[in-house]
Protein backbone atom coordinates (compact mmCIF):
# COMPACT_ATOMS: atom_id res chain seq x y z
CA UNK A 1 0.00 0.00 0.00
CA UNK A 2 1.67 3.00 -0.84
CA UNK A 3 1.80 6.30 1.98
CA UNK A 4 -0.62 8.39 -0.26
CA UNK A 5 -3.51 5.39 -0.04
CA UNK A 6 -2.59 4.86 3.94
CA UNK A 7 -2.89 8.39 4.86
CA UNK A 8 -5.87 8.81 3.14
CA UNK A 9 -7.32 5.32 4.81
CA UNK A 10 -6.42 6.98 8.63
CA UNK A 11 -7.97 9.95 7.68
CA UNK A 12 -10.91 8.18 6.19
CA UNK A 13 -11.11 6.53 9.37
CA UNK A 14 -11.03 9.40 12.13
CA UNK A 15 -14.51 10.33 10.25
CA UNK A 16 -16.26 7.71 12.23
CA UNK A 17 -14.17 7.80 15.54
CA UNK A 18 -15.88 11.37 15.97
CA UNK A 19 -18.84 10.58 16.45
CA UNK A 20 -17.72 9.24 19.86
CA UNK A 21 -17.30 12.33 21.72
CA UNK A 22 -19.46 12.50 24.52
CA UNK A 23 -21.04 15.41 26.83
CA UNK A 24 -19.20 15.53 29.88
CA UNK A 25 -20.43 16.02 33.51
CA UNK A 26 -20.20 19.15 34.89
CA UNK A 27 -16.67 19.84 37.17
CA UNK A 28 -18.30 18.92 41.03
CA UNK A 29 -16.78 21.02 43.98
CA UNK A 30 -15.21 18.09 44.86
CA UNK A 31 -13.50 17.97 41.63
CA UNK A 32 -9.74 18.58 42.06
CA UNK A 33 -6.30 18.24 40.46
CA UNK A 34 -6.72 14.66 39.66
CA UNK A 35 -9.94 15.04 38.47
CA UNK A 36 -8.83 17.19 36.20
CA UNK A 37 -5.22 15.24 35.11
CA UNK A 38 -7.32 12.28 34.53
CA UNK A 39 -9.81 13.97 32.05
CA UNK A 40 -7.77 14.05 28.76
CA UNK A 41 -7.09 10.31 29.46
CA UNK A 42 -10.41 9.52 30.26
CA UNK A 43 -12.56 9.20 26.59
CA UNK A 44 -11.15 7.87 23.29
CA UNK A 45 -12.34 11.24 21.51
CA UNK A 46 -9.91 13.22 23.95
CA UNK A 47 -6.84 10.55 23.93
CA UNK A 48 -7.15 10.55 19.46
CA UNK A 49 -7.81 14.32 19.27
CA UNK A 50 -4.76 14.85 21.66
CA UNK A 51 -2.59 12.32 20.23
CA UNK A 52 -3.36 13.35 16.47
CA UNK A 53 -3.11 17.19 17.62
CA UNK A 54 0.59 16.06 18.79
CA UNK A 55 1.48 14.18 16.09
CA UNK A 56 0.45 17.02 13.41
CA UNK A 57 2.21 19.43 15.90
CA UNK A 58 5.31 17.00 15.75
CA UNK A 59 5.22 16.20 11.82
CA UNK A 60 4.86 19.97 10.60
CA UNK A 61 5.84 22.48 12.83
CA UNK A 62 9.96 23.92 13.97
CA UNK A 63 8.46 25.30 17.15
CA UNK A 64 6.53 22.10 18.62
CA UNK A 65 7.05 23.15 22.54
CA UNK A 66 5.39 26.70 21.30
CA UNK A 67 2.77 25.48 19.52
CA UNK A 68 1.78 22.87 21.84
CA UNK A 69 1.93 25.68 24.79
CA UNK A 70 -0.37 27.56 22.87
CA UNK A 71 -2.70 24.30 22.42
CA UNK A 72 -3.60 24.11 25.62
CA UNK A 73 -3.84 28.00 26.53
CA UNK A 74 -6.39 27.86 23.60
CA UNK A 75 -8.25 25.41 25.52
CA UNK A 76 -7.98 27.49 28.99
CA UNK A 77 -9.35 30.75 26.91
CA UNK A 78 -12.11 28.47 25.47
CA UNK A 79 -12.80 27.02 29.04
CA UNK A 80 -12.94 31.18 31.01
CA UNK A 81 -15.09 31.97 27.98
CA UNK A 82 -17.52 29.26 28.18
CA UNK A 83 -17.78 29.67 31.78
CA UNK A 84 -18.20 33.88 30.87
CA UNK A 85 -20.87 33.19 28.30
CA UNK A 86 -22.82 29.84 29.21
CA UNK A 87 -24.54 27.57 27.16
CA UNK A 88 -24.44 27.69 22.97
CA UNK A 89 -26.41 25.09 21.41
CA UNK A 90 -24.03 25.13 18.12
CA UNK A 91 -20.87 24.01 20.10
CA UNK A 92 -21.39 20.23 20.12
CA UNK A 93 -21.61 19.99 16.32
CA UNK A 94 -18.57 22.15 15.50
CA UNK A 95 -16.98 19.53 18.31
CA UNK A 96 -17.37 16.85 15.89
CA UNK A 97 -15.14 18.19 13.61
CA UNK A 98 -11.90 17.82 15.34
CA UNK A 99 -11.01 14.92 14.16
CA UNK A 100 -11.86 14.80 10.81
CA UNK A 101 -10.20 17.96 10.54
CA UNK A 102 -7.10 16.86 12.24
CA UNK A 103 -6.39 14.05 9.97
CA UNK A 104 -7.16 15.96 6.96
CA UNK A 105 -3.77 17.72 8.13
CA UNK A 106 -2.37 14.58 8.83
CA UNK A 107 -3.25 13.47 5.34
CA UNK A 108 -2.50 16.10 3.60
CA UNK A 109 0.87 16.95 4.87
CA UNK A 110 0.15 20.47 4.77
CA UNK A 111 2.97 22.92 5.32
CA UNK A 112 2.29 24.85 8.66
CA UNK A 113 0.43 27.25 7.64
CA UNK A 114 -2.37 29.93 9.27
CA UNK A 115 -5.03 28.13 8.39
CA UNK A 116 -3.34 25.09 10.16
CA UNK A 117 -2.70 26.49 13.31
CA UNK A 118 -6.36 28.29 13.22
CA UNK A 119 -7.34 24.51 13.07
CA UNK A 120 -5.61 23.67 16.38
CA UNK A 121 -6.56 26.55 18.03
CA UNK A 122 -9.88 26.62 17.20
CA UNK A 123 -10.13 22.56 18.11
CA UNK A 124 -8.92 23.47 21.73
CA UNK A 125 -10.71 26.27 22.29
CA UNK A 126 -14.09 24.88 21.47
CA UNK A 127 -13.26 21.85 23.88
CA UNK A 128 -12.74 24.10 26.39
CA UNK A 129 -15.53 26.49 25.64
CA UNK A 130 -17.67 22.97 26.15
CA UNK A 131 -16.15 22.39 29.38
CA UNK A 132 -16.59 26.00 30.26
CA UNK A 133 -20.30 25.96 29.59
CA UNK A 134 -20.72 22.88 31.66
CA UNK A 135 -20.08 24.63 34.78
CA UNK A 136 -16.85 26.89 36.44
CA UNK A 137 -13.96 24.24 37.38
CA UNK A 138 -12.08 24.95 40.18
CA UNK A 139 -8.74 26.29 39.72
CA UNK A 140 -6.37 23.33 41.07
CA UNK A 141 -9.16 20.49 38.00
CA UNK A 142 -8.19 23.21 35.27
CA UNK A 143 -4.45 22.65 35.87
CA UNK A 144 -4.81 18.79 36.59
CA UNK A 145 -6.59 19.04 32.72
CA UNK A 146 -3.53 21.35 31.00
CA UNK A 147 -1.22 18.91 32.74
CA UNK A 148 -2.57 15.76 31.45
CA UNK A 149 -3.42 17.39 27.84
CA UNK A 150 0.24 18.70 28.23
CA UNK A 151 1.62 14.98 28.44
CA UNK A 152 -0.70 13.86 25.61
CA UNK A 153 0.66 16.25 23.49
CA UNK A 154 3.91 15.66 23.89
CA UNK A 155 3.38 12.11 23.46
CA UNK A 156 1.63 12.98 20.02
CA UNK A 157 4.48 15.45 19.21
CA UNK A 158 7.37 12.79 20.19
CA UNK A 159 5.56 10.41 17.71
CA UNK A 160 5.08 12.81 14.94
CA UNK A 161 8.95 13.76 15.22
CA UNK A 162 10.01 10.35 14.99
CA UNK A 163 7.88 9.63 12.16
CA UNK A 164 8.74 12.52 10.29
CA UNK A 165 12.89 11.56 11.27
CA UNK A 166 11.71 7.96 9.98
CA UNK A 167 10.38 9.23 6.51
CA UNK A 168 13.51 11.31 5.89
CA UNK A 169 15.71 8.11 6.75
CA UNK A 170 17.30 9.79 10.02
CA UNK A 171 16.65 6.92 11.79
CA UNK A 172 18.00 3.73 12.53
CA UNK A 173 16.31 0.85 11.10
CA UNK A 174 15.00 2.58 7.99
CA UNK A 175 14.90 0.61 5.02
CA UNK A 176 17.69 1.73 3.04
CA UNK A 177 19.88 2.71 5.75
CA UNK A 178 23.06 1.10 7.56
CA UNK A 179 21.88 0.28 11.24
Known amino acids: MSRSLLRFVVALLMLPVSSLALA ?3 PTPADGFLA ?3 HPLSGLDHLLSLLLAGIVIGRLARRRLALGAGFVGAF ?3 LLAGVALGPQAAIDGLLLLGLP ?3 FFLWRRTAPGAGLWLALAGIAFLHG ?3 GMEGAPRPDWMTGAATGMGLLLTAGMELGRRWLARERGLVAGTPGRPE
Do not use: E
Request: net charge positive; proline share 0%; aromatic share 14%.
Open 24 to 26: HGA
Open 36 to 38: GFR
Open 76 to 78: LSG
Open 101 to 103: VLG
Open 129 to 131: FAH
